[in-house]
């Protein structure tokens, strides 16, 4: 069974650094990756999905990295605003893709950017 | 574009009725749509995939006949939680697939007294 672990649980940084989330996943067969973001009580928001094939995606200030054969993938977050403060979860999609299978999610990195 | 909708966002009922959550495709058709659950500090889990025109499938330890979902039309997805109980108080959330992409609707919050 997939687990998706993500690292730290919890963040809390000075506005304007640069930081880095983690997530790992203990099976590699995966069709794509996906990272998101949740704000309270929201629904999900889409930041950037890196397929099996790939090693990273890139949008404005953020850029997702995925290792597949070690199970891994970063997200990198550069000059950080208050806005960014949130929920940020990784999930992966299982399978060979065609069909439609869920996805497999973290339990998030609450980060909090403050001003 | 791709946006998807929920109805009702917050719902309170009382134990044992029957509390019905809409989840639509607004722009956009979508032949599988997913369920997923969320606690309190917890991640989503994945409860079912909808698909249009036939049954859904249950993920393991997810009952069908108290998760009834029906998904009459390419853009709308219904779960309906029957006979609900406190511990089914969560937030429930679903999603649309578009090519390799799946687009989330804003969540509904259920609370069963």
């Known amino acids: 069974k997939q687990e998706v672990t993500q690292i730290p649980a919890a963040l809390s940084v000075p506005e304007g650094e640069n930081l880095v989330l983690n997530c790992s996943f203990t099976d590699s067969a995966i069709y794509n990756l996906q990272w998101f973001r949740q704000d309270p009580g929201k629904g999900l928001t889409s930041l950037l999905l890196i397929q099996s094939s790939q090693r990273e995606q890139t949008s404005g200030r953020l850029n997702a990295s995925l290792d597949k054969s070690s199970g891994r993938s970063t997200l990198y977050i550069a000059a950080s605003q208050p806005g960014d403060s949130a929920t940020y979860l990784c999930a992966v999609r299982r399978g060979s893709g065609g069909g439609a299978d869920g996805l497999t999610f973290g339990k998030g990195t609450h980060l909090i950017i403050q001003p | 574009g791709a946006v998807v909708s929920q109805h009702p966002s917050r719902v309170i009922c009382k134990s044992g009725t029957s509390v019905k959550i809409e989840c639509r495709s607004l722009d956009f058709q979508a032949t599988t749509m997913f369920w997923y659950r969320q606690f309190p500090k917890q991640s989503l889990m994945l409860m079912a995939t909808s698909n249009e025109g036939s049954k859904a499938t249950y993920e393991q330890g997810v009952e069908k006949d108290k998760f009834l979902i029906n998904h009459a039309s390419l853009t709308l997805s219904t779960l309906t939680v029957t006979s609900a109980h406190p511990e089914d108080s969560s937030f429930y959330i679903c999603?649309?697939?578009?090519?390799?992409?799946?687009?989330f609707g804003p969540g509904t919050r259920l609370t069963v007294l």
């Open positions: 999603s649309a697939r578009l090519l390799e992409s799946q687009y």
